[in-house]
């Protein structure tokens, strides 16, 4: 039996007292959805995991692409600014290390859910977050 416990507590403990920066800065609750035999999902996939609406739109990017702003360090960032820079870079680096095939999805219209989500032993697990583009 795989150990989700542990993979959930991994997540929880590397996004802990973040917010994805949005207009609306979201704090990361972490999932697991079992299966049988994961393989990389695709957007219907993700309707009917997270038990959105059919025919919601969903938009897949990927990771690097979801944390880039989080993830950059910039000149003009103070000392709070880089610690914060420094634990998103530990927390992509722990998804890394936790999931295989990870992609991000954006399920919904302008506030959208935003599932990162990867192939884990016995399914899939990952963390979702709010998002906000308008």
Not at 60 to 71: E, N, S
Not at 78 to 90: D, G, H, Y
Not at 106 to 128: F, I, N, Q
Request: proline share 7%; with cysteine; hydrophobic share 40%.
């Amino acid at each position: 039996m795989p150990d989700t416990d542990a993979v959930i507590e991994t997540l929880r403990q590397a996004s802990d007292g973040l917010l994805f920066p949005s207009e609306t800065d979201a704090p990361f609750e972490p999932f697991f959805w079992p299966a049988d035999s994961p393989v990389p999902l695709t957007s219907p996939d993700i309707v009917r995991l997270c038990g959105a609406p059919a025919g919601t739109p969903v938009k897949k990017v990927k990771l690097d692409t979801f944390f880039r702003d989080a993830t950059t360090e910039e000149d003009w960032h103070n000392v709070a600014e880089r610690a914060e820079v420094a634990q998103f870079q530990s927390l992509v680096k722990s998804l890394k290390a936790a999931l295989k095939d990870i992609a991000v999805f954006h399920v919904g219209e302008t506030k959208m859910d935003a599932y990162v989500v990867g192939v884990a032993e016995g399914g899939y697990a990952g963390l979702k977050t709010q998002v906000v583009e308008t």
